[in-house]
């Protein structure tokens, strides 16, 4: 891992989804979040206080970047529920089956190199009846967009630590054995179209 990686693009990332816009969306679906809950690529720990303490027993975190668990673990320290960050050893999620109430994914589905797999962990580790909640960014359902989509994707790649712009997330979501309860879309305010088409909502386990 280069300097820019290790140093610079977790300051990056932690200012670049810490818009308003994209805050707004935070503050929608991470208070749904309750009991036991893993949130995947949880950063810089942009969710943290929007968790609903009265909804929360405890909460796991996933990242592999140690530099962004430092600044989530300053923004955990004064939480009323027990936080624990795990690293990434492999591709396969660190916890048993069946182990958590809700998964929580937040703007990382566009940077998992496999992301029908990481989604299949996910509905490993929920239990029986348990929800996923996830707010993303992806592919826009206009044509001019999504070409520029395309033609601009390579670099921001580069730049954004593997970030796409174009997935198409409900596909993906169901592709991984899962099926969406809830949804809504839209191109958030303030944000460019080509990076700011946005899915959330919740799914369940077909």
Known sequence: MGFYEKHVLPHVINCACATKPIRYQRRKIVPLAGGTVLEIGIGTGLNLEYYDPARVTRLIGLDPSEESWKLAGERAANLPFPVEFVGLPGERIPLEDASVDTVLVTYALCTIPDP????EGMRRVLKPGGTLLFCEHGLAPDAGVRTWQGRLNPVWKRLFGG???HRPIPAL???AGFRIAAMETMYLPGTPR???FNYWGTARSA
Do not use: M, R, S, W
């Open 173 to 175: 979501i169901e592709k």
């Open 194 to 196: 080509f990076a700011g």
């Open 116 to 119: 029908v797999t990481a989604l």
């Open 163 to 165: 970030c796409n712009l």
